[in-house]
């Protein structure tokens, strides 16, 4: 009697074990790749992309607005909203295919979006960020356009106490300036020079990229404890600094360490925003003026740039592709202002029903119509 109970439990406790190893199998799935997770249609994990989304030829944003507003001087677009907020827009400008890509703010997302991008296609790129930008030379007016030269990060040092630690030194770490392609840049500014004019455009300076808006820019807090970059400590360092953002550097950076097969050119302008010395800060219609010629003086760069390796063999296939997509439903984010969309709310108590308030509404809306 007592083996015949130990042979129970000892089936139960097997079929428990199984049971925790197939619930576990069910959780699971393999990866092709751990070290950079693509779906079973190549997309990426974040940026939600994969060779037939996006071009060899990067315009990257912040704004979702300022990237369909940019993206509608292109044909044929194609938008990819990833998971991760990622919109990519990907069309045909003067017989060239670019990319409109938003990544929202700061140096990981922007990470994400230059290495997952150069995964995705093959042969060179071209990228260049167009953002805002805080100015700290009272010599530069908002509305300005800054071309930076290179570009340097600054890092706040999280371990650093303010009420321990006395050297205030301490506090941030800045990075040794990385430049920018020097073909690239010479190209873009020069563009930027023709349409707006050369005394609204500054392309000898240096950017200070920063990993945080706040302290790492100098803007001082009264909620927490933690030190503030003084305002002037990068422009002690480098007399030709001129910007504060968030973004610059991780793409010069990563450029600069692009291998020879995957080489990637960068370069960047930014809107001049808000003057920190003369505590100033553009009207929305500047910005929205900046916005819509630098796009085209961007699109402009980036179709007119020559790769040295000779035009990627992607370039004719993306075209052929985009030219044959079939139409589809627009997405929310590109829907036409001449169609709307119809909400109606599914609330508890008419869900069970054999026919609900909704399905109603729905049939005798079609009636109508």
Excluded: W
Excluded at 176 to 194: G, M, R, V, Y
């Amino acid at each position: 009697r007592s083996r015949g109970l130990g042979d129970f439990y000892k089936r139960q406790y097997q079929r428990r074990v199984h049971g925790i190893q197939d619930m576990e199998a069910k959780r699971q799935q393999p990866v092709i790749d751990s070290e950079m997770p693509v779906d079973g249609e190549g997309r990426t994990m974040h940026l939600g992309v994969n060779k037939d989304d996006i071009a060899n030829r990067i315009l990257t944003v912040g704004d979702f607005g300022r990237c369909k507003k940019i993206a509608s001087k292109l044909t044929n677009v194609k938008t990819t909203l990833s998971k991760r907020n990622f919109l990519t827009m990907t069309g045909i400008y003067k017989d060239i295919p670019i990319s409109i890509v938003c990544v929202g703010m700061g140096m990981p997302n922007t990470d994400f979006m230059v290495r997952e991008a150069r995964h995705s296609v093959e042969g060179p790129m071209a990228m260049i960020r167009y953002g805002t930008c805080g100015v700290i030379e009272d010599t530069v007016p908002v509305g300005d356009i800054i071309v930076p030269k290179t570009t340097l990060l600054v890092q706040q040092n999280y371990d650093f106490d303010p009420v321990i630690d006395k050297d205030p030194s301490k506090a941030f770490f800045i990075s040794k300036p990385c430049p920018a392609d020097p073909k690239l840049h010479s190209l873009l500014a020069s563009n930027f020079e023709a349409t707006f004019g050369k005394t609204h455009i500054h392309s000898n300076g240096l950017d200070a990229t920063c990993d945080t808006f706040y302290t790492c820019q100098g803007r001082k807090q009264t909620n927490f404890k933690d030190a503030a970059i003084e305002i002037d400590s990068v422009k002690r360092l480098y007399p030709e600094h001129q910007i504060f953002e968030m973004e610059t550097y991780c793409i010069f950076k990563l450029a600069q360490f692009s291998v020879p097969e995957k080489k990637i050119y960068a370069s960047a302008a930014c809107i001049g925003l808000i003057n920190r010395r003369l505590k100033v800060i553009a009207t929305d219609a500047v910005v929205l003026e900046d916005e819509d010629k630098g796009g085209n003086c961007i699109l402009d760069t980036l179709a007119s740039f020559t790769f040295p390796e000779g035009e990627p063999a992607n370039t004719k296939r993306l075209i052929t592709l985009l030219k044959e997509q079939k139409p589809i439903a627009q997405t929310i984010l590109n829907i036409p202002l001449k169609h709307t969309l119809s909400l109606i709310h599914i609330s508890e108590p008419t869900r069970p029903l054999y026919i609900s308030y909704a399905v109603f509404c729905l049939k005798k809306k079609k009636k109508i119509n």
